[in-house]
T-cell receptor, first 116, second 114 residues
Framework: DTGVSQDPRHKITKRGQNVTFRCDPISEHNRLYWYRQTLGQGPEFLTYFQNEAQLEKSRLLSDRFSAERPKGSFSTLEIQRTEQGDSAMYLC??????????????FGPGTRLLVL | AQSVSQHNHHVILSEAASLELGCNYSYGGTVNLFWYVQYPGQHLQLLLKYFSGDPLVKGIKGFEAEFIKSKFSFNLRKPSVQWSDTAEYFCAVTPNFGNEKLTFGTGTRLTIIP
């Protein structure tokens, strides 16, 4: 399968615990995005990378959230001291940016997080 | 900052009916526009996109959308829906330059009755 993959697909945790999600983008894609989707809403932008550089973070991303893309390939999103309000679907997308041309973002299946 | 409004939260149609889902955006500059679809149990997939040129764009599975700049709209249409079109549909926008982060609407749930 050459699409975007995410792991795990589901995560249940207790309030106060740390969780980490992984995203593997399409192999030649240099841009990687994280979005969060809550029930009844569209996905909301969290952060994005161009290769290994994190270029923008949304104000939605509190200091309990951190994302990395250490070698410009896969990315991890960590949430520390989880809160019930963090319960959501976390989506990863990737795209290929070539020069000034914008390309389509391809989405993974998401990681559904439930904080008890 | 840009925003997207989708006025129809839930649409129920019979098979073979015609479909039009509304999408309006707010942004002061040039935009790129997208419709994504999420079938039950599946991930978001691109239906169609508009970057420039002909404002009437055709996508997969017989869908099309028309960009009307004066109305800030990008409505999705299909002349005859099928039961397999049951899904959630999201309109999204990015500025024509910059980081290309997608701003989504809240989505429209489409239910097709056989």
């Amino acid at each position: 399968d050459t699409g975007v993959s995410q792991d795990p697909r589901h995560k249940i945790t207790k309030r106060g615990q740390n969780v980490t999600f992984r995203c593997d983008p399409i192999s030649e894609h240099n841009r990687l995005y994280w979005y969060r989707q809550t029930l009844g809403q569209g996905p909301e932008f969290l952060t994005y990378f161009q290769n290994e550089a994190q270029l923008e973070k949304s104000r939605l991303l509190s200091d309990r959230f951190s994302a990395e893309r250490p070698k410009g390939s896969f990315s991890t999103l960590e949430i520390q001291r989880t809160e019930q309000g963090d319960s959501a679907m976390y989506l990863c997308a990737s795209s290929l940016r070539r020069g000034g041309v914008q390309e389509t973002q391809y989405f993974g299946p998401g990681t559904r997080l439930l904080v008890l | 900052a840009q925003s997207v409004s989708q006025h129809n939260h839930h649409v129920i149609l019979s098979e073979a009916a015609s479909l039009e889902l509304g999408c309006n955006y707010s942004y002061g500059g040039t935009v790129n526009l997208f419709w994504y679809v999420q079938y039950p149990g599946q991930h978001l997939q691109l239906l169609l996109k508009y970057f420039s040129g002909d404002p009437l764009v055709k996508g997969i599975k017989g869908f099309e959308a028309e960009f009307i700049k004066s109305k800030f709209s990008f409505n999705l249409r299909k002349p005859s829906v099928q039961w397999s079109d049951t899904a959630e549909y999201f309109c999204a926008v990015t500025p024509n330059f910059g980081n290309e982060k997608l701003t989504f609407g809240t989505g429209t749930r489409l239910t097709i009755i056989p």
